[in-house]
């Protein structure tokens, strides 16, 4: 059984606390947060939990084997490196640091180690999402054109990180998992509405090798909330739409078939292929739930991190990389990486 504590209590804290309380592999401990209100809503549901506002505890706890980190971006590095250095395991929400830098610190410091550092970048425990990959493996798709992606809703805004860093790592840490290369070069336009914030809509285009390409919308401001990806391949397509209550996969017989003719070099002929359309059973298990057991898998040396140190540093060079296009409206750079495996 593995004894976990967790820091932080705020949005997305309570989820891990339900999920790492339900699983079979680990037990909850301790919770540590800044704000009083908050531990006493973590008593009022779970008597037998420790409460503190100091997470220091939680780090000298010597039954605990693991710690889940729950705050603030910029507060990452300081509390994975320490919960590290206390011979602690780590996941920590996204993105995994503020810096590449830092990322790759933390990564040096997990395998110095010897311990698992896995990101939470809960999209690709979903169902939806490695049902596409098996759709890719298969090759089902054919060559890959593009892909497409709008990441929109009205809030919540983030004081410390621009709407990239917040929505954005979404739909990287997603093509990370699917592709096998990264993206080589990136272009990126984005506004702040609000004088002293960070932008609150970003525009991404992202180059990849094999005359694919990516886009990336995301905005803090619409009057709607919007999750959906498009996939376009030469021999089918496929729609991701996440809030969708039970088909949120569709895959797509349709394409676009392109024909010179011998006679003529000048002419073209294009055919459109409309077939079925078929949306295929997935497993619907919680994916923070599924990240979890893979979490307890990988500590027990049963698994290897899907989204290790190593994914979480590629996320972040390429949110780097976006951040200075968008400051250079929209000039493309180049993604520099760090060359570790995943």
């Not at 990136?186 to 094999?210: K, Q, R």
């Not at 919007?226 to 949120?248: A, C, N």
Request: negative net charge.
């Amino acid at each position: 059984m593995i004894k976990v504590g967790i820091i932080g209590y705020g949005y997305w804290g309570p989820n891990l606390v339900r999920n790492f309380r339900e699983a079979v592999e680990a037990q909850v401990v301790a919770v540590s947060d800044l704000r009083e209100e908050r531990l006493a809503l973590v008593k009022s549901r779970y008597s037998d939990i420790v409460t503190t506002t100091d997470y220091h505890d939680l780090l000298n706890i010597a039954e605990i084997d693991a710690i889940a980190i729950s705050t603030p971006v910029f507060t990452h590095y300081e509390l994975g490196l320490a919960a590290l250095r206390a011979g602690k395991h780590v996941l920590v929400e996204k993105p995994l640091a503020s810096t590449s830098e830092q990322a790759a610190h933390l990564i040096q410091e997990a395998t110095q180690r010897n311990l698992v550092l896995l990101v939470d970048h809960t999209f690709v425990y979903t169902g939806a999402v490695r049902k596409v990959k098996e759709l890719l493996n298969s090759g089902v798709l054919g060559d890959i054109y593009y892909y497409d992606s709008a990441r929109i809703n009205l809030g919540l805004f983030q004081h410390d990180i621009s709407v990239i860093w917040d929505l954005a790592v979404h739909d990287l840490s997603i093509m990370d998992y699917l592709f096998e290369k990264p993206p080589y070069a990136v272009s990126t336009t984005g506004m702040s509405h609000f004088p002293g914030e960070p932008e609150n809509i970003a525009y991404l285009t992202l180059f990849f090798e094999n005359n694919m390409m990516a886009h990336i919308n995301v905005n803090w401001l619409a009057p709607v909330k919007v999750r959906r990806i498009l996939i376009g391949g030469s021999q089918k397509m496929v729609v991701y739409d996440d809030l969708e209550p039970s088909e949120k996969i569709k895959i797509y017989d349709k394409g676009v078939t392109v024909k010179n003719e011998q006679e003529s070099i000048y002419q073209m002929l294009i055919s459109y292929r409309t077939g079925d359309m078929l949306a295929p059973q997935l497993d619907m298990t919680e994916a923070l739930k599924a990240e979890i057991a893979h979490f307890a898998q990988c500590i027990n040396g049963k698994a290897q991190p899907i989204t290790s140190g190593a994914v979480g540093l590629r996320v972040i060079q390429i949110m780097e990389a976006a951040t200075e296009s968008m400051a250079e409206n929209g000039r493309m750079v180049e993604i520099q990486y760090i060359q570790r495996s995943k």
